[in-house]
């Protein structure tokens, strides 16, 4: 079954530390997605997602355009994140380990993680079966080429390594698609 995801009602988050105590907490606004879930075998689901960097949201203008720069993102030459899924490992009925591939700054990791099913409904205002999952995860950003760092004069580092993601994502069932002629009947036409 097909879902996509909504982006007003989802969001992809991250927070890293700032001069090893502080919390600074991101976001990015334009993302696309798929989540092909199979009901009866959710191990066999399937994940995309794109993520546009120009779309990073930090609070801080100058520190966003920093972050686009060539010294983290290098928007110009890498201008979307990746995340494609590769297997599922299903814990119980509502928590899942996800695994995948993440592509970030031309260069691919695996990335584990760790999902819950939240809940389904129908949206009242479409009538629509809507789904959604929250995630988290993390991962080292020197892993992906993310080297910029200044050291304190106290000691230590002006950013962490690690980086730490936080996901909620709302999606929509999108209907299925019903041919109009039997396939045999489209074969002849093409």
């Known amino acids: 079954m097909s879902w996509t995801i909504d982006k007003n009602h989802s969001s992809i988050g991250f927070t890293v530390k ?3 105590f502080t919390t600074v907490r991101g976001a990015f606004v334009n ?6 879930f199979d009901e009866q075998h959710p191990e066999n689901t399937a994940v995309d997602i794109a ?3 120009d779309s990073i949201n930090t609070h801080d203008a100058k520190r966003d355009a920093h972050v686009q720069s060539a010294d983290f993102f290098d928007v110009e030459n890498n201008p979307t994140m990746t995340f494609r899924s590769s297997s599922v490992e299903v814990l119980d009925a509502e928590h899942y380990k996800l695994h995948g591939d993440l592509t970030l700054h031309g260069i691919t990791q695996p990335l584990v993680l760790s999902v819950t099913r939240e809940g389904e409904n129908k949206n009242p205002l479409s009538g629509n079966r809507v789904v959604a999952y929250s995630a988290e995860g993390s991962l080292n950003r020197k892993d992906f080429g993310l080297g910029f760092n200044v ?3 106290t000691g ?8 730490k993601l936080v996901i ?4 929509v069932e999108q209907p ?4 109009s002629q039997p396939v045999a009947e489209l ?3 093409a």
């Not at 993302?31 to 092909?36: E, H, M, R, T």
């Open 18 to 20: 700032h001069m090893m």
């Open 31 to 36: 993302f696309d997605g798929n989540l092909n």
């Open 51 to 53: 993520v546009q960097l």
């Open 151 to 153: 050291a304190l004069e």
């Open 156 to 163: 230590g580092w002006l950013l962490s390594e690690q980086v």
């Open 168 to 171: 909620e994502v709302q999606a």
């Open 176 to 179: 299925a698609v019903v041919l």
């Open 187 to 189: 074969a002849s036409v």
